[in-house]
């Protein structure tokens, strides 16, 4: 069957591409469909954000398609910046400037939990979606540690790990991360779907 990804993020789709290996899934994604204009991101939660974007794409292209919306939860910040995640620091996306606004925020605060979140929409061509869950748990560190990956990745420590997500090799984050879960959990879910001609 061919199914669209709702996205624009080359590393992304190369990620879905490797999860879904195996299936006879003909992958494409938004890149492939420019008139589209990328869907505004004003949902309150995650699920509400990865299924406006994988109905609206899947209304456009009377195919399946699949979006996915991620970010950051702090405990001590109740839950910020959560859906806000990308623009926290506001505009222009900025990673540093969210990482320095996060360590300002939690300057002193002895809780230091968090985790990732990243919910997957599916939406068959006539806009019914179902969505599925992955979460990452970990802490924020005082100070950004590594170079590799994006985002807040310099800052978060997963649990029952030492190393910073900046700080692994690109397979080890993927196996344990919100995202890579969240694919995981929709080959589990979706199987029987995607296998349909
Ligand atoms: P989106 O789901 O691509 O809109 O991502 C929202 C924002 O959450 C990103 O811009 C990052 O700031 C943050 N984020 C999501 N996933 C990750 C991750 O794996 N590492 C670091 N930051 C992330």
Redesign the pocket.
């Given at each position: 069957m061919k199914l669209i990804v709702a996205?624009r993020?080359k590393h992304?789709l190369e990620e879905i591409h490797a999860i879904l290996a195996g299936l006879d899934v003909e992958l494409h994604s938004a890149l492939d469909f420019p008139e589209i204009p990328d869907v505004v991101?004003d949902g309150d939660t995650?699920e509400a954000?990865a299924i406006k974007k994988a109905v609206t794409l899947a209304h456009a292209t009377g195919c399946w398609a699949l979006a996915?919306?991620?970010?950051?939860e702090v405990d001590a910040l109740g839950g910020a910046?959560g859906?806000f995640?990308?623009?926290?620091a506001g505009e222009p996306?900025s990673?540093p400037a969210?990482n320095a606004k996060l360590l300002r925020e939690l300057a002193g605060q002895q809780n230091r939990r968090a985790r990732?979140r990243?919910v997957m929409a599916l939406s068959d061509p006539t806009g019914r979606a179902e969505t599925v869950d992955g979460r990452?748990e970990g802490r924020i560190i005082e100070e950004l540690r590594g170079a590799a990956?994006?985002?807040?990745?310099p800052l978060?420590v997963p649990e029952g790990f030492t190393q910073t997500?900046?700080e692994m090799p690109a397979a080890e984050?993927n196996a344990i991360?919100?995202?890579g879960r969240a694919l995981q959990a929709a080959r589990q879910k979706w199987d029987h779907i995607l296998k349909k001609s």
């Open positions: 996205t993020n992304k991101e995650f954000n996915d919306d991620s970010g950051l910046p859906v995640s990308a623009r926290y996306v990673y969210n990732f990243c990452c990956g994006f985002g807040y990745d978060f997500f900046a984050k991360s919100h995202r």
